[in-house]
T-cell receptor
Framework: SQQGEEDPQALSIQEGENATMNCSYK?????LQWYRQNSGRGLVHLIL?????REKHSGRLRVTLDTSKKSSSLLITASRAADTASYFC?????????????FGTGTRLLVSP | GAGVSQSPSNKVTEKGKDVELRCDPI?????LYWYRQRLGQGLEFLIY????????KSGLPSDRFSAERTGESVSTLTIQRTQQEDSAVYLC??????????????FGNGTRLTVT
């Protein structure tokens, strides 16, 4: 099952612009994580935000979490061509027998030079 | 140190044949996951191993799919009597702990399976 849904499905911007991706989820969570996937490769963890946190920064990345709206956003500032990839949010479902990490459908980001 | 290693990186098989995919997690990681990713799609959870506990098999799509893990080391995902709809990239990931999963997943580069 897909817990998270990213929006937009695809995003095309110019180098230097900011990119914002959104993720909505359905159930209560322990934490929310963002991953990046380059074409044909495995996923790389970017940032984890816990359910009691509202905002977190890591370099050019800024993540927000609104548990009342069950949504999160990932902002990449001053984008570079090398940021071109697919970005996925993932959540840990609470109160299940096994706390598995469930991924969203992803946003494909294209940054043009 | 070494990351998660998956083999083979590519596998082409004929419909009806069995395939076995291998995952070597990062040493010391107690949690291991298998996911399936169809072309242009998100990740579909298949199975989760946590230490010596019984695995969570709730994502396996049919009884043709099975997986095993020896202790906290190697895992194999077996697909019997492959079908064309099994064509996908199969991704393995491990993490230091399971539980609340405050430790991130480390992914291998996947096995691209093509069933002809």
């Amino acid at each position: 099952s897909q817990q998270g849904e990213e929006d937009p499905q695809a995003l095309s911007i110019q180098e230097g612009e900011n990119a914002t991706m959104n993720c909505s989820y359905k159930t209560s969570i322990n934490n929310l994580q963002w991953y990046r996937q380059n074409s044909g490769r495995g996923l790389v963890h970017l940032i984890l935000i816990r359910s009691n946190e509202r905002e977190k920064h890591s370099g050019r990345l800024r993540v927000t979490l609104d548990t009342s709206k069950k949504s999160s956003s990932l902002l990449i500032t001053a984008s570079r061509a090398a940021d071109t990839a697919s970005y996925f949010c993932a959540t840990v479902e609470v109160n299940t027998g096994f706390q598995k990490l469930v991924f969203g459908t992803g946003t494909r980001l294209l940054v043009s030079p | 140190g070494a990351g998660v290693s998956q083999s083979p990186s590519n596998k082409v098989t004929e419909k009806g044949k069995d395939v076995e995919l291998r995952c070597d997690p990062i040493s010391g990681h107690t949690a291991l996951y298998w996911y399936r990713q169809r072309l242009g799609q998100g990740l579909e959870f298949l199975i989760y191993f946590q230490g010596n506990s019984a695995p969570d098999k709730s994502g396996l799509p049919s009884d043709r799919f099975s997986a095993e893990r020896t202790g906290e080391s190697v895992s194999t995902l077996t697909i019997q009597r492959t079908q064309q709809e099994d064509s996908a990239v199969y991704l393995c990931a491990s993490s230091l702990t399971g539980g609340t999963l405050n430790s991130p997943l480390h992914f291998g580069n996947g096995t691209r399976l093509t069933v002809t």
